[in-house]
Nanobody, 122 residues
């Protein structure tokens, strides 16, 4: 059974940084595609960043140059380094996984963590 456990959220001032972590278990991590999504109050969940099993990455336009997704296959962990945070980054951030392969940008995410709150104050 796949489990995804996020950590690292919290309250930070605008311009600050946070690093989110997601520990995965239950299936071959190295073969997975991993992603971070977020959902702000009153808004739809959006894909923020994704990383393939081979290390290819995708980012939503609004975080390019500020966020970095990475993975440590030895530790079964995916990270999201978030720099230059602004108030529009405030959301619940969810880790997601897929073992379906294929086009990273078109991946379907069928395993989810419980989410971690990120709040950016002005």
């Amino acid at each position: 059974q796949v489990q995804l456990v996020e950590s690292g959220g919290g309250l930070v001032q605008a311009g600050g940084s946070l690093r989110l972590s997601c520990a995965a278990s239950g299936r071959s991590f190295s073969a997975s595609y991993m992603a971070w999504h977020r959902q702000a109050p009153g808004k739809q969940r959006e894909l923020v960043a994704a990383i393939s099993s081979g290390g290819s990455t995708n980012y939503v336009e609004s975080v390019k140059g500020r966020f970095t997704i990475s993975r440590d296959n030895a530790k079964n962990v995916v990270y999201l380094q978030m720099n230059s945070l602004n108030t529009e980054d405030t959301a619940v951030y969810y880790c997601a996984a897929s073992w379906l392969g294929g086009n990273l940008a078109a991946s379907r995410w069928n395993y989810w963590g419980q989410g971690t709150q990120v709040t950016v104050s002005s």
